[in-house]
Each structure stands twice: as C-alpha cells, then as structure tokens.
C-alpha cells in the first residue's frame, strides 16, 4: 500500500513539473520583444535631431558620424555655413566699396551721351564705335548709382585729355571735368556726402572734392595724389596667398586701360602665371583698409 502511494505521489510531482516546463517554453518566445522595446530609444535620435543640435550650435563626433550615414544632408548643413561666411566678407567689401547693382545698359548710356552731351554741341555721334568709357558708382550714398562718362572722340580730346561727366541715375548733368584720361577712381573718403573722385590728368593723379554741389571742372590744377603705397601693401599680401606661393610667377597689377571707371582707389588687381596651369592667366585682388590688406574672396581665372 505504501509503495502504491508513493508511486501516485512521484507521478503527480513529474507531471507538475511538466506542465512547469511547457509553461516556462510558451512564456519563451516573448523574450526577443524585449530588446525591439529597447532599441526604440535609439532610433528615435533621427537625421532631425542632429539638425536641431547643429542649429544649437553643438558640435562633435557624434554629429560627423550620423552625417555620414546622410551625405546629401551633410552637404546642404554645411554650404550654407560656409557661404554665409564668405557672403559676409565679401558683403562687406562691397559695402566698403559703395557698390550698387548696375543700373545702366550700354545702350542707356549711348542716348544720355548723344541727347546730352553731343546734340548740345551740334556733333554727329559716331555709329560705328562707342565713343565713350563709362563706370558708375553710389557717390552719395543714397542707395542710387551715379554714372561718370569719359568722352573719347577726337571733338571732346586735346593733347592733356578729354571731356568728361558725372550724371544722376535720373539722367541730370552734375559735374563736368575737362582733361581727364583713364584711370578714374573713387576714393573712400568723403567730403560733403561725397566720395572723393581720383581723376588722371596728363598721366598725374589729381584729388577731386565735392563742394556739396558739384566737382572741380580741372583735375590738372587738383592736389595730386600717388597710389604707390597701397600698391606696396597690397602687392605683399597678393604674395602670401597660398595659389601664388604654391606654383605662381609674373605677379602684375592689371592694365589700368581694362579697370571700368569709378573703380575703388583702394582696390589692386593683380594678375599672375602659374607653371603648373601656362594656359591660365589667374587674378588676386586686394583691398586695403585701415593701411591693412584684404585679400577679396575668390581667387579668379581668365
């Protein structure tokens, strides 16, 4: 009677842990859940988290790695960053210089001249050439360009120079200038509201200054003014820049003949060979400010 009673009670222990052990394998494939709810965490940290800690202006390893994974994102984060940068150098350059969107075509320029400057004097203006150079320029810094003319036709030349004029963006005479020859600058410096003017006379450079009216008619009996010391300046820097020192040679201020008029007296163009490129003629300009060079952004190839 025993032996029958212990052989019930081993049977009922085997079959509890039984039923124990095929609880214990239906519980089991719920495991790998597990880990899908802990991976959640991870990707939430998306492409837009990274923008949203760049914009804060956190950086680090971290940002590099997930840019990888999303090199067209990375590409469009940084553009930006650098083009502001070089916007913000050259914008001010620009602001320095006084420079405004063109805002006469070749072809407005050619009727202001013959309706102003050669019907008056009952001359025939040539229709086979322009004869004319012209540049312009926010003289007085009222948002509006003003437009310097120089005359080259042998009616409006002698043997010191030529006729030339400053006309308002409306098309209004404000200034006329006798023997005047390219190059003709403006000077950083005002007087009056006006920029000074840098008009060539004879070959000799000639300081022009607004009355707050109009300028001198005769730049020859002008103070005169050199630009050898600003050409020094700027010539130094030009050959620190690392394109030049690399393989560059020649290093030359650009043709005064192929400056538009009005161009900023502060600003050298030099132009320079290079071994490694013959067939390339590349540009450096610089601007000097505060007797400091500025190389300007964008090293240029003709």
């Known amino acids: 009677m025993k032996q029958r009673n212990m052989f019930i009670l ?12 095929l609880v214990s394998c239906d519980s089991a494939p719920e495991k790998p859940a597990e880990p899908a709810t802990t991976a959640a ?9 990274s923008h949203q800690q760049d914009s804060a202006g956190k950086t680090g390893t971290s940002t590099v790695i997930e840019n990888k994974s999303t090199p067209d994102q990375s590409v469009k984060e940084n553009k930006p960053e650098d083009s502001s940068a070089k ?59 003003e437009l310097f003319v120089l005359i080259q036709d042998p009616y409006f030349c002698g043997s010191g120079g030529c006729t030339a004029f400053l006309f308002s963006a409306d098309g209004k005479k404000l200034s006329r200038f006798t023997v005047s020859e390219p190059p003709v600058f403006v000077f950083e410096k005002k007087t009056n509201g006006w920029n000074d003017l840098i008009i060539t006379s004879k070959g000799v450079q000639h300081v022009m200054v607004n009355d707050g009216k109009k300028y001198p008619l005769n ?14 300046t700027a010539r130094a820097a030009a050959e620190k820049e690392e394109i030049y020192v690399q393989d560059g040679h020649n290093l030359r201020i650009r043709s005064l003949d192929e400056l538009p008029l009005l161009s900023p007296f502060e600003e050298v163009r030099f132009v320079f060979d ?4 013959p067939d390339t003629v590349y540009s450096i300009d610089v601007r000097i400010e505060d007797g400091k060079a500025v190389v300007m952004p964008d090293t240029t190839f003709d």
């Open 274 to 277: 290079h071994h490694g490129d």
């Open 10 to 21: 081993v049977w009922i222990v085997a079959a509890l842990l039984l039923q124990l052990a």
């Open 219 to 232: 730049p020859s009996v002008q103070p005169q003014i050199s630009r050898d010391q600003i050409e020094k």
């Open 41 to 49: 965490p991870a990707e939430s940290i998306s492409p837009e988290s």
């Open 87 to 145: 916007d913000t150098k050259t914008s001010s350059a620009v602001k320095a210089a006084g420079k405004v969107a063109p805002q006469f075509s070749e072809q407005d320029v050619y009727a202001l001249v013959e309706k102003q400057v050669f019907a008056p004097e009952k001359a025939e203006m040539p229709k086979d050439r322009t004869p004319f150079k012209y540049g312009e320029h926010d003289l007085n810094g009222d948002g509006k360009a």
